[in-house]
C-alpha cells in the first residue's frame, strides 16, 4: 500500500499539523495531528480519500519529536 507523503509543521503553540499531499491531485490538506487517527479516512477537496495508517501516524509521531528535539521544545 503507498503511503501519503506528508510533511509536519509546528504552530506557535507548538501543536504539530500534519500536511498531507493528496495523490490525486496534489492538495496539501493539512491536519491537527491530535485530530487524526490511524486508519481514518480523511476527504481531500477532489473528493480523493486520503488515510494515514498506523505506519505512517508512528513516522509522523517520530518527526514530530525531532522537530521540538531541534528547537528545544520541551
Ligand atoms: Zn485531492
Do not use: W
Amino acid at each position: 500500500m503507498k503511503l501519503p507523503s506528508f510533511d509536519i509543521d509546528l504552530d506557535k503553540h507548538y501543536n504539530a499539523t500534519v500536511v498531507i499531499a493528496c495523490v490525486q491531485c496534489g492538495h496539501e490538506n493539512r491536519h491537527h495531528l491530535k485530530a487524526l487517527s490511524p486508519d481514518h479516512t480523511l476527504r481531500c477537496q477532489c473528493g480523493s480519500d486520503i488515510s494515514m495508517n498506523s505506519t505512517a501516524m508512528l513516522a509522523a509521531q517520530r518527526r514530530v519529536s525531532e522537530l521540538k528535539q531541534a528547537y528545544r521544545i520541551p
